[in-house]
């Protein structure tokens, strides 16, 4: 008998080169399979997250109460509210100028002359023949009384048969004649007083002075310069009488001016003094259109106090008419009406939307606010709106609630990304 080996069966020492080839297969191609899920668990995690993109950082703001002032916006001019040409009514040369700009004046104060010697001998003249005519006046005046006693007389001696007719008819017929002349004389005489009064007016008006108490804001004449009055009255000085009251000219367009009223408020801004802000009151909203190039406006006149003289005539304006107020009432700044989400997340919370109570001008709107870390939507209504905020009248939103004006860091492409960088369907 041939003795048997001894060993335990299937330990390694019994198996062949086989079964070691084959154990190194099956662990390679678990390798294997491990690293190619774990490809694919990095290559969609990837294309997961550019497909949804990050999530969005929310900006909010907390609704809370305060003013809406809706206003009308334009540009205008300041000016003084009343402006005085001061010209001349007769021809010559200036003689001298006593008003320059900014000169303070009163009414009735001199502020040029012109040469008065022409006018002065005009008036000499006059006076002279107005002597004339009243001491031919006195003169027929003479020869009438003459002529009527003569006619008296002749009368007399005609009625007891002295003289003939025809004596009695000569001096009769020259009383008459006296008579008219003395009415004549009488009539040269008033022509050469008013001749004479209106040389005195011409003599006067060499004298040019303020009609008003004023500042001289403009000056167009200088000494020695010859001025024409022949067939357009020249202008010598601009005057502005008061100017400390000024007001601001402005045209508003027709789709606004039904907006405005006497007795809107008013701000505005100069260059000049780009960081301070006036004040005024619109007094009248004039009705005559003006029309220029097809476009209609409506000139809209504004009171505004200059105690201080910061404001100039002529400068120009950026004016802001508040047609309407409401003060502490809750609002939300306009950003919050114009806002859309741009992410799926954001659901509608399907409220229903709030009855309109604010008359004409209210509308439907509507809000995002957070909850959850999501958007959700509620309806408002809106009231007066101005160029930051907008009043609510109505719907679910309170006081304190914090409502999305924007966000940032959404994704900005929905396109799918295919694995291994490959391009996905649409680029």
């Given at each position: ?6 060993g ?61 002032a ?17 010209g001349t ?25 012109i ?55 000569t ?15 009488a ?45 357009q009255?020249p ?14 000219d ?66 120009t ?65 809106i ?31 929905r ?13």
């Amino acid at each position: 008998m041939h003795a048997i080996p001894t060993g335990t069966i299937g330990s390694p020492s019994e198996a062949g080169p086989g079964s070691a080839i084959h154990g190194r297969r099956h662990r390679a191609w678990l390798l294997a399979a491990i690293g190619v899920l774990a490809l694919l668990l990095v290559v969609g995690g990837y294309a997961w997250r550019h497909a949804t993109g990050p999530l969005p950082h929310y900006a909010t703001v907390v609704a809370g109460r305060g003013s809406v002032a809706p206003a009308v916006v334009s540009s205008g001019a300041v000016n003084p509210v009343t402006t005085i040409q001061v010209g001349t009514y007769v021809s010559g040369v200036i003689q001298a100028v006593l008003c320059d700009f900014n000169t303070r004046v009163r009414a009735g104060q001199l502020c040029a002359r012109i040469d008065p010697r022409p006018y002065q001998t005009i008036v000499e003249q006059e006076s002279a023949s107005l002597g004339m005519a009243r001491a031919q006046l006195a003169k027929d005046r003479a020869s009438l009384d003459y002529a009527q006693r003569i006619d008296a007389r002749n009368a007399d001696l005609l009625q007891r048969g002295i003289v003939s007719q025809e004596t009695a008819d000569t001096s009769h017929s020259a009383w008459l004649q006296a008579r008219a002349q003395v009415a004549l004389d009488a009539a040269a005489v008033a022509q050469h007083e008013a001749q004479l009064k209106a040389a005195r007016i011409n003599l006067g008006y060499t004298d040019i002075v303020s009609p008003v108490d004023g500042t001289v804001v403009s000056r167009n004449v200088t000494q020695g310069q010859t001025v024409a009055a022949s067939f357009q009255t020249p202008t010598l000085f601009l005057i502005a009488t008061d100017l400390t009251q000024m007001q601001v000219d402005t045209n508003v367009s027709e789709s606004d001016i039904g907006r405005i009223a006497v007795g809107n408020a008013v701000t505005f801004n100069v260059a000049a003094y780009s960081e301070r802000q006036f004040s005024g009151q619109v007094r009248q909203v004039r009705q005559a259109p003006q029309t220029v190039q097809n476009v209609v406006t409506y000139d809209v006149v504004v009171d505004v106090q200059n105690a201080d003289l910061a404001l100039k005539p002529g400068m120009t304006a950026a004016i802001r008419i508040v047609t309407s107020r409401a003060d502490h009432v809750l609002r939300v700044p306009g950003q919050a009406l114009r806002y859309r989400p741009t992410t799926p997340a954001a659901q509608p919370d399907g409220a229903v939307a709030p009855q309109r109570t604010g008359g004409a001008g209210a509308r439907a709107g509507q809000v995002w606010i957070l909850a959850n870390g999501k958007p959700h939507r509620l309806p408002v209504v809106i009231g007066l709106e101005d160029d930051a905020y907008a009043q609510i009248i109505g719907g679910p939103l309170r006081e304190g609630d914090a409502v999305i004006v924007s966000e940032r860091g959404a994704a900005a492409s929905r396109a799918p990304v295919a694995p291994f960088g490959l391009p996905g369907p649409g680029r």
